[in-house]
């Protein structure tokens, strides 16, 4: 898989003002809701907190993806990977509910500008394409935005900022293959938090 080389955390300053703040430690006793185990991962390197809610299009390497809404502190972490798969988890807790939703609300008008199609041979899914959509997303007791990108043949990033009460939850994960059944161990990952958090 072509991962990023690990890189050192972002410096321990803090964006003020934003909706989101980084978890207390008085949440360090329990441990954090995102050390969880998935079957057949391990353990991985730090990366940095992401930037940006999705990628860039290749095709106009000039524009900037949108950012991460409400410019949030440092989150809590966790990363996991098997042999083709990694999954970052990214934890925030707000103020309450409401705040929550106002971050998602965010990123879902954001993340319009991250659906784009970069044909490659005359059709869509040749080898070597791309796309990245954008959309609503929803399941038990998470709601927010999914965006996927797609490169044919070859890899896929899923990306879901969600919300649960006044939790906000960034869960990226990156896989060597354009199989759907590739993304599943997201799903597995937001039910294993789920039950962490009660």
């Known amino acids: 898989m072509r991962r990023p080389a690990a890189a050192a955390l972002l410096s321990g300053a803090v964006l003020a003002g934003g909706l989101l703040a980084g978890c207390g430690s008085d949440d360090a006793d329990a441990g954090s809701p995102l ?3 998935l079957d057949g991962f391990v353990a991985a390197a730090e990366r940095p907190t992401p930037a940006t809610l999705c990628d860039p299009d ?3 390497p000039a524009a900037t ?3 991460l809404p409400a410019a949030p502190g440092s989150p809590d972490a966790a990363f996991l990977q098997s042999a ?9 807790r707000t103020e309450d509910a409401d705040a929550a939703e106002v971050v998602l609300a965010e990123a879902t008008t954001a ?3 991250c659906t784009w199609t970069t044909v490659v041979g005359g ?3 040749t080898p070597g394409s791309q796309e990245q959509q954008a959309e609503a997303w929803s399941s038990g007791d998470w709601a927010g935005t999914r965006i996927v990108r797609t490169v044919a043949g070859s890899e896929q990033v899923d990306r879901r900022l969600v919300a649960r009460g006044a939790v906000v939850l960034l869960v990226v994960l990156r896989a060597d293959g354009d199989d759907p059944a590739l ?15 009660g």
Do not use: H, I
């Not at 993304?183 to 958090?197: M, S």
């Open 65 to 67: 993806p949108p950012g």
């Open 84 to 92: 083709s798969t990694t999954v970052e988890g990214y934890l925030w």
């Open 35 to 37: 050390d969880v185990s």
């Open 123 to 125: 059709a869509p899914g």
């Open 111 to 113: 993340a319009r500008a």
């Open 58 to 60: 290749p095709a106009d």
């Open 183 to 197: 993304l599943t161990p997201a799903d597995d990952y937001l039910t294993a938090v789920t039950e962490r958090l």
